[in-house]
T-cell receptor
Framework: RKEVEQDPGPFNVPEGATVAFNCTYS??????FFWYRQDCRKEPKLLMS?????NEDGRFTAQLNRASQYISLLIRDSKLSDSATYLC?????????????WGAGTKLIIKP | GAGVSQSPSNKVTEKGKDVELRCDPI?????LYWYRQSLGQGLEFLIY????????KSGLPSDRFSAERTGGSVSTLTIQRTQQEDSAVYLC???????????????FGEGSWLTVV
């Protein structure tokens, strides 16, 4: 089992719809969580951090469920420009250190 | 600097040659990471530095790959005797530190696109 798992997709979603995807992680001692967005042939860029209480940034809502060990990303009123691969990142304990563990990404395609 | 800077941005090299890729992290960032990404694939972790030391080198694919960081700043990734399967984009990233929830947002450079022919 991978330490951080995402559904690779692609999720094909009509413009204006709401879409959500999850990311599960294996280590309960994980400390911090992030969603990144990566466009084709570009570097990943931070979309939002994920806080324990859940957080919202415009059309994007991120939530953390520690009991079930997953984070989620919800996109409302999706735009064509939201088409990208969404990567989750977990700062996970590894012995006495922490290491950022990346999911393989979920591909999202917004269709007109 | 304002962002993570990588050079060269593009490199085409002949099979068997050595290449050196450079990363200049954001000023003050103590943690530095190297990743590799082949087209259409996920990020492959290579190595990370905390200061000048590399606690985890397990991601380096073979002994042809090495990395160093000096002065807690610039890092170089060296690939010796390049092979065609080394063709990928090599991404460098940095963060304030590894521990601590507030400091470990990581920022990526634009990558070094390596093609081995």
């Amino acid at each position: 089992r991978k330490e951080v798992e995402q559904d690779p997709g692609p999720f094909n979603v009509p413009e204006g719809a709401t879409v959500a995807f999850n990311c599960t992680y294996s280590n309960s001692a994980s400390q911090s969580f992030f969603w990144y967005r990566q466009d084709c042939r570009k570097e990943p860029k931070l979309l939002m951090s994920v806080y324990s209480s859940g957080n919202e940034d415009g059309r994007f809502t991120a939530q953390l469920n520690r009991a079930s060990q997953y984070i989620s990303l919800l996109i409302r009123d999706s735009k064509l420009s939201d088409s990208a691969t969404y990567l989750c990142v977990v700062n996970m304990a590894r012995g006495s250190n922490y290491q950022l563990i990346w999911g393989a990404g979920t591909k999202l395609i917004i269709k007109p | 600097g304002a962002g993570v800077s990588q050079s060269p941005s593009n490199k085409v090299t002949e099979k068997g040659k050595d290449v050196e890729l450079r990363c200049d992290p954001i000023s003050g960032h103590t943690a530095l990471y190297w990743y590799r990404q082949s087209l259409g694939q996920g990020l492959e972790f290579l190595i990370y530095f905390q200061g000048n030391s590399a606690p985890d080198k397990s991601g380096l694919p073979s002994d042809r790959f090495s990395a160093e960081r000096t002065g807690g700043s610039v890092s170089t990734l060296t690939i010796q005797r390049t092979q065609q399967e080394d063709s990928a984009v090599y991404l460098c990233a940095s963060s304030l530190n590894v521990r601590g929830s507030s400091g470990n947002t990581i920022y990526f450079g634009e990558g070094s696109w390596l093609t081995v022919v």
